[in-house]
DNA sequence: CGTTAGGTTGACGACGATCAATGACGGTGG
DNA sequence: CCACCGTCATTGATCGTCGTCAACCTAACG
């Protein structure tokens, strides 16, 4: 699933607070986000701001936004993607199909994610909303093997970030947090999570009767796109 | 746009109630809605249910429930589907270049929805959202050619459709109906909805700074699925 | 007619937003 | 070294939107 050709691709950097790309811009490339966390996200006209999605390395962004970019991309630590045209991109895919499907599944995964949020922030409670976005995030990091040991990671976002990512005020996420560190659930301080009970954390994050998180993820077969 | 092929597709109706599939089922076939209204959704463990996209006639399904399906899909009105294998479909695809655009561009199309599906219910009040659900519905009727006049429509949906879709009580969709139509926005009664001031549904709406939704539209050259 | 499903309206309570004060840091300049 | 910020986290007090519960209405149907 690597890209022989990526080494020719072209390469852009972000530094943190940053963005790739605002609302409304017209995107012609397509990224992949070799190393780094971003975010896309949306804004009304009145100010208020919604994260829709968090992008770890591996991911594909910009595909979407054919036209004008239904949201903006800002970098949450420093980043680097790799960029093709999206003619390039297209047949790339072309030539090899085995990444096709590997595409095809990624987009699914995103997908699936975007359901989810729609549910959480839909159905669930603010402590339920905190818990399955950190158990999301532990998942999607478990995946691609960046979790520094198995029980405690570094989450480059500030209360704001999940606060506008689940449709809550700051004061609600660092209560919900608050509670759940009492209950012994997780630790996270300094920008730094700490999982002390994972099947509490799913309990506490109502899943839907689809998403098996936790169980022993079988390590991912199948690669992702990477440059 | 269309498919040539599509004559010798396997047909699959469906009646108002009835599901194509369930959560958590495994789909290897992919779906174009021809002809009535459906919805996905999807059910927490408690029973709440979160209603995640509308599917309007020339959208297709299943493509991204590749191993276990994220959501179910239930028609709304007598359904009928133009159902291929995944592989077949692929070679579809493959065979027509002009088709993976019209796909890529209906897959952006869906994103968008979802993005501001994921923005209306973390950001948006209550009124706002319903606002904003009727406008998206309209819309994509308009675009599609199938409201009966230019300020009337037919829409198949109960008020705990609508509810489910907004992560709202019905009561509350109920008072935000009444209160636009006694504010001379709208009219909704029997199913039959009459949008008397398209313009103020819009800033009822709050949209984001993206969607210019109402604009003139361009009657959409490009064509969707069809078969 | 009686029954049932769905819509409508009111009363009340709860969850989470808002406002405000305080604390913990890290950087900057005297 | 330490006063002075600015930013972000934390906690408490109060308020408002929306969920819940309940009663009633209407239309469809046997």
Redo the contacts between chains.
Sequence with gaps: MRLPEARAAQRRGLKPGESLFL??DRVDNVYILLDGWAF?Y?????G???I?DFALPGDVVG????A????GLEALTPCSFACYSRKAF?ELIGRQPAM?LTL??M??HA??R??????S????TARERVAHLLLELVTRLKRLNLMADTKSLDLPLMLSHVA????LANETVCRCLSGLRRDGVLVLRERRLKVLDLRRLADEA??????AFEPAVPAMPARRFAA
Tied chains: 1, 2.
């Design positions: 609302q409304d896309r949306q804004d009304l006209k009145d208020r701001r919604q829709v595909l979407s936004e054919t004008a970019a239904p949201c297209f096709g095809v599944q987009l699914s997908e699936a975007a359901i989810e949020h729609v549910t922030l839909g159905r669930r506008d990512a689940l449709g109502n899943l839907s009767e689809t998403d």
